[in-house]
């Protein structure tokens, strides 16, 4: 069983920055990736960012240098900093879990109900 809560999300200026948590409730023996995806209004969910094996983070291009993805283990969540947002950073983003080092970043499995980011 999975369940991932977000929360976080909001509304800010162009520039500004938000930071995003995931809570991750997950109730099996296996290791499990976690990241972030993110989908904008007319768009396909797109890939932001996943911590994967021991502790290396991957990032989408549009969000590198600006966003940082990090997992404590210890409280199982997930937090992303988001620095100098864009309107077209614009999206609900979700939290995402995988057993699969591949599906993380491309299909996952599992996603959390989603947070509002909103960049004017």
């Known amino acids: 069983h999975v369940q991932l809560v977000e929360s976080g999300g909001g509304s800010v200026q162009a520039g500004e920055s938000l930071n995003l948590s995931c809570l991750a409730t997950?109730?099996?023996?296996?290791?499990?990736?976690l990241g972030w995806f993110r989908q904008s209004p007319g768009k396909v969910r797109e890939f932001v960012a996943a911590v994967v094996e021991d502790g290396n983070t991957i990032y989408a291009d549009p969000v590198k240098g600006r966003f940082t993805i990090s997992r404590d283990s210890a409280t199982n969540t997930l937090v992303l900093l988001m620095n100098s947002l864009t309107p077209e950073d614009t999206a609900m983003y979700y939290c995402a879990a995988d057993r699969n080092r591949e599906w993380i970043l491309l299909h996952p499995s599992h996603y959390g109900q989603g947070t509002q980011v909103t960049v004017s």
């Open positions: 997950i109730n099996s023996r296996s290791t499990y990736y």
